[in-house]
């Protein structure tokens, strides 16, 4: 069974800048992380992807740079900055405080 987008709409940025927040990181790499992490059950749609960077880096959350590659492609590189690391540290704490809401709303016990 995979994730609908419905159920992660919302959370996009939280994700990208919590995939940024441990090592800088280009679309393609963050998307294979997702998939991995996921069990293969999710993947971002690229559209959805490159838009949240594009908000994230207008809302000074994140940076990019061209990286220097070799080989292949050049490839543009995402870094989260100390904005995006507070923004990060406040979602997540709204996540599990909108986990304990919906789990109380949605199990069987009452």
């Not at 959805?48 to 994140?62: P, V």
């Amino acid at each position: 069974m995979s994730i609908t987008s419905d159920i992660i709409r919302g959370h996009t940025e939280t994700i990208i800048l919590a995939q940024l927040a441990h090592k800088d990181s280009y679309g393609y790499e963050i998307n294979k992380e997702l998939q991995k992490k996921s069990d293969n059950k999710y993947e971002m749609k690229e559209a959805t992807m490159y838009s949240a960077f594009r908000r994230l880096e207008q809302n000074g959350m994140i940076v990019s740079y061209w990286g220097d590659e070799n080989r292949g492609a050049r490839r543009r590189y995402y870094s989260i900055t100390k904005l995006g690391r507070a923004v990060l540290h406040h979602s997540r704490e709204e996540w599990v405080e909108a986990k304990k809401i919906i789990d109380s709303m949605i199990n069987e016990e009452g």
